[in-house]
Every structure is written in structure tokens, then in C-alpha cells.
């Protein structure tokens, strides 16, 4: 399940840098318990504008995961 995870985390492009989150490095740990997971996402600044966004974006495309209900993101500073 993990590794659907990542596939649909390699599709969320930053569109400052032109190459996907998971690539650059962006999500730091991914865990999974029963039906849900949870990222931890480590923006390139603290004081990113497009945070909102990539929560957004890593919501949908965690939860599109079959099994996957529940997804929590936490923001490391």
C-alpha cells in the first residue's frame, strides 16, 4: 500500500521547481495503520505559500488509495 502511496505522491508537481514532492525529497516518512496513513511533509521553507496547497493536493491523492480512509498530515518546520 505504501508504495500506491508514493505513486500518487509523484504526481503532485511543485510548480516552482517542475518536479514532484516525493522526488525532491519533500515527504520525509509515510506510515500506515489499518486504514490510515500518515505524511509527514517537510515544505522547502517554512514560510511556503503553496503549504495549502500541497495539503490539499497530498490529501486527495492519499485517500484516492483503495483501503486508505483517513489521512493525516503533519508539517515539519
Given at each position: 500500500?505504501?508504495?500506491?502511496?508514493?505513486?500518487?505522491l509523484?504526481?503532485?508537481?511543485?510548480?516552482?521547481?517542475?518536479?514532484?514532492?516525493?522526488?525532491?525529497?519533500?515527504?520525509?516518512?509515510?506510515?500506515?495503520?489499518?486504514?490510515?496513513?500518515?505524511?509527514?511533509?517537510k515544505?522547502?521553507?517554512?514560510?511556503?505559500?503553496?503549504?495549502?496547497?500541497?495539503?490539499?493536493?497530498?490529501?486527495?491523492?492519499?485517500?484516492?488509495?483503495?483501503?486508505i480512509?483517513?489521512?493525516k498530515?503533519?508539517?515539519?518546520k
Amino acid at each position: 500500500m505504501k508504495n500506491k502511496i508514493i505513486t500518487k505522491l509523484k504526481k503532485i508537481i511543485d510548480p516552482h521547481i517542475g518536479v514532484n514532492i516525493y522526488d525532491l525529497g519533500l515527504v520525509k516518512k509515510i506510515t500506515i495503520k489499518d486504514d490510515s496513513a500518515e505524511v509527514l511533509f517537510k515544505p522547502t521553507s517554512p514560510y511556503c505559500p503553496m503549504i495549502s496547497y500541497f495539503i490539499t493536493e497530498i490529501e486527495k491523492a492519499v485517500k484516492s488509495v483503495k483501503g486508505i480512509n483517513k489521512v493525516k498530515i503533519k508539517i515539519e518546520k
